[in-house]
């Protein structure tokens, strides 16, 4: 009887082990993802994670009532240098990857979103954490960031609906356009 | 397949103006993507190519607050007053909208839907 008594407690304390374990290997590996500390943007949401918290979450469905609540760090973005020949600013990093990985418009420089909302929210992400500057002859918000680039929330386009203009610190020029 | 770098940066500027108002640091801006220029070769390169397509009836220039505000001036006296504009800045790499914008004529508005149309291969 007793040694069914311990090969029952064995059994349980192995059974423990292994929950543990489990819970252990899931906790870890949202951690590392969390860790990625990068702006993404998959095509249908604009996300900003930050070593050991998820910051910025939104879906592109505007039907989607729980949503994460937003909290913006600034973009602090820069842009780098590389060899080839014409693409001198596009590093993998921030403002850059997110206008990389958005939807190409007609022009080289255009890049799309869906929604008024969707552009808000990109907007908000690139001008967080930087100091806005009065531009009488623009029709919108202009920021100064700390990297150098610059960008601005048009209030009108000839497309219709509001604008992104990016200035990269070496001149280049983004629009950001609803589709 | 026509793309983006077979433009002329005449037919750049047109096919843009097709989707949106085009401002100064846009012209400036192409010019910079396609080669590695100095701002003092950029500018009377952004110059000439803005006083080409104004005197060839293609854009007009003017102002963008509350839609595109055209400048009641001549297509000539236009392209004088963005040289007298820009030339004088220290730093000519303008942000959006200091100098001016523009907008297509019906001219340049079927030259740059002919542009768009050929990339797109129809």
């Known amino acids: 009887m007793s040694s069914i008594r311990c090969l029952c407690a064995a059994t349980w304390r192995r059974l423990l082990t292994a929950v543990v374990a489990i819970v252990l290997v899931t906790s870890i590996s949202q951690i590392r993802v969390v860790h990625a500390d990068a702006y993404t943007y998959d095509g249908t949401a604009v996300a900003r994670v930050e070593t050991g918290v998820a910051t910025a979450t939104r879906s592109a469905s505007p039907e989607v009532s729980d949503r994460p609540t937003r909290r913006v760090e600034s973009s602090s973005a820069t842009w780098g240098t590389s060899t080839t020949p014409g693409r001198s600013f596009l590093a993998t990093n921030n403002v850059s990857s997110i206008l990389d990985s958005l939807p190409r418009g007609r022009q080289s420089n255009v890049r799309t979103v869906e929604s008024d909302a969707d552009l808000q929210d990109l907007f908000d992400l690139f001008s967080a954490g930087g100091t806005p500057v009065s531009r009488p002859s623009y029709d919108g918000q202009w920021y100064q960031l700390e990297d150098g680039c610059q960008v601005g929330i048009r209030n009108d386009s000839n497309s219709g609906g509001r604008t992104i203009d990016v200035r990269s610190p070496d001149g280049r020029i983004w629009k950001v356009h609803i589709v | ?122």
């Open chain 2, 1 to 122: 397949m026509s793309t983006w770098d077979d433009r002329t940066l005449i037919e750049d500027l047109v096919a843009r103006c097709v989707d949106d108002w085009v401002h100064d640091a846009e012209v400036w801006g192409e010019i910079a993507r396609r080669a590695e220029l100095s701002a003092e070769d950029r500018l009377p390169i952004a110059i000439g190519v803005i006083t080409f397509a104004l005197l060839r009836g293609l854009v007009i220039a003017g102002d963008v607050m509350g839609g595109f505000q055209p400048w009641d001036m001549s297509p000539s006296a236009s392209a004088a007053a963005i040289a007298h504009r820009w030339l004088p800045l220290e730093d000519p790499a303008v942000l959006p909208g200091d100098i001016c914008w523009f907008c297509n004529t019906p001219a340049g508005d079927e030259l740059g839907r002919a542009v768009l149309a050929r990339e797109a291969g129809e």
